[in-house]
């Protein structure tokens, strides 16, 4: 066992905070939304005068795909199509 001498507190720190911080960093990549395949046919959609409720009544009639309403806004106001 080590003595009072031999011990260095802050380099211990120092190698618990940098181990903190790659456990903290995110092992995944970013979600894709499912919409992204149809950005086209709900930009057109929009911009012909359909409503979102329209767009999720098309896309669950035509493409099988069932999503809300709001993340159809939200996919719309927050995606670069």
Do not use: C
């Not at 066992?1 to 790659?22: C, H, P, Q």
Request: net charge positive; hydrophobic share 35%; no cysteine.
């Amino acid at each position: 066992m080590k003595n009072d001498e031999e011990f260095d507190a802050e380099a211990e720190v120092a190698l618990l905070k940098a181990e903190t911080k790659s456990r903290k960093k995110r092992r995944y990549t970013q979600r894709k939304s499912k919409l992204f395949k149809f950005n086209f046919e709900i930009k057109k959609l929009r911009e012909s005068g359909a409503s979102f409720s329209e767009i999720q009544r098309w896309l669950l009639t035509n493409k099988r795909l069932k999503v809300s309403r709001t993340t159809i806004n939200r996919f719309f106001n927050n995606a670069v199509i």
